[in-house]
C-alpha cells in the first residue's frame, strides 16, 4: 500500500478499516447479490408481455441459495465467517498436554439459521407476531432454513405474487405465506482469533448430517498426524478402521441422521 506521497507502506502501517465497517460491507454485499436476484427480474418482467421471458427471467429467484463465506485478516490473524443459511464453520485447534498427547479443541464458528435456532425463531415472532407454528420440528414453515439468497416466494408481497401468477405463469403463493418477508439474505457474522496450527472447515448441511463437528475436526486432526508419520500404508495395503472413540476429540453428543436413517454403524478409514 503506498501512502499519499507515495510511499510503500510495510504491513503492520497499514492503516485497518474499523471492525463494523468490514461487517457492514458483507452484510451490504449479501444483501445487494440477493436484490439482484429477487428485485431486478421483476423490473424486467413487468416491462415485458411475454410470459416466456418471464419464466426465463423468473427463473433464478424462485430457486434458494445458502452462502458460507470465511474472510481471514493476516495482519490481524483474525478470522471472520458470515453465513446465510444452513451450513457450518467449525474450527480446530491442537492441543498437546503435558505428556505430549496431542488432542483438538472443537470451536463450532456459525449457527445454522433453521427452526432449530431460538435467535432465528425470536427473529420470525417478532417479525410475524399474529402468526403461529411457523417452526416445527427444527423447520421453518416447512423450508430446512430461514435465511437464504432467492428463494422469492418467501420475500415477495402477495400482490407481487398474485400479478405474476395471473399474467406471467408464475408459481402459486404458499398458503402459509401470509405477511412476507420471512427469509433474509442477511448473514450472521463471527469474528475469531487465530493461532498457529488451526485449521477451518467449511460444509454445507450434507456432511453435518452425517458428522458431529467433533468427529469432522478429529478426523483431519487424524489424517494430519498420518500424512506426517513414517509409518504410511502401501498402495494395496488395508487401511486401519476405527470408531469415533478413537478419535483426537472430546465427542460431543451424535445428533446426526444420516446413520440412523441407514441403519450403520458408524467407522473410519485413514492412513
Not at 506521497?5 to 468490514?22: A, E, F, N, R, S
Not at 437464504?148 to 400482490?159: E, H, I, N, R, V
Not at 498426524?225 to 495395503?237: C, L, R, V, Y
Request: hydrophobic share 35%.
Amino acid at each position: 500500500m503506498h501512502d499519499s506521497d507515495g510511499t510503500v507502506l510495510p504491513g503492520h502501517m497499514i492503516p485497518q478499516p474499523p471492525i463494523h465497517d468490514i461487517d457492514r460491507t458483507i452484510k451490504d454485499t449479501f444483501m445487494r447479490l440477493d436484490r439482484d436476484i429477487i428485485s431486478e427480474p421483476l423490473r424486467r418482467v413487468f416491462a415485458t408481455s411475454s410470459r416466456e421471458t418471464a419464466v426465463r427471467l423468473l427463473g433464478p429467484a424462485y430457486a434458494g441459495s445458502c452462502a458460507l463465506l470465511s474472510f481471514y485478516d493476516a495482519q490481524t490473524r483474525l478470522l471472520r465467517i458470515a453465513l446465510t443459511g444452513d451450513s457450518r464453520a467449525v474450527l480446530g485447534r491442537r492441543m498437546t498436554d503435558a505428556n505430549g498427547q496431542v488432542s483438538y479443541m472443537v470451536h463450532v464458528l456459525s449457527q445454522e439459521q433453521n427452526g432449530h435456532n431460538e435467535s432465528e425463531v425470536a427473529r420470525l415472532a417478532a417479525e410475524h407476531p399474529d402468526e403461529t407454528g411457523l417452526a416445527k420440528d427444527g423447520r421453518v414453515m416447512g423450508w430446512g432454513m430461514c435465511r437464504a439468497f432467492g428463494d422469492a416466494q418467501m420475500k415477495w408481497p402477495l400482490d407481487v405474487q398474485a400479478r405474476l401468477k395471473a399474467e406471467y405463469l408464475g408459481r402459486t403463493p404458499y398458503k402459509n405465506v401470509l405477511t412476507p418477508p420471512y427469509f433474509t439474505a442477511e448473514p450472521i457474522i463471527t469474528t475469531t482469533a487465530i493461532q498457529p496450527g488451526d485449521f477451518l472447515i467449511l460444509a454445507t448441511d450434507g456432511l453435518w448430517e452425517s458428522l458431529t463437528s467433533s468427529e469432522a475436526v478429529g478426523l483431519v486432526g487424524t489424517w494430519l498426524a498420518n500424512s506426517k508419520s513414517s509409518d504410511k500404508p502401501k498402495p494395496g495395503q488395508e487401511q486401519s478402521v476405527y470408531g469415533a472413540q478413537e478419535l483426537p476429540v472430546t465427542l460431543a453428543k451424535d445428533d446426526t441422521v444420516r446413520h440412523r436413517q441407514w441403519n450403520a454403524t458408524k467407522r473410519f478409514t485413514g492412513g
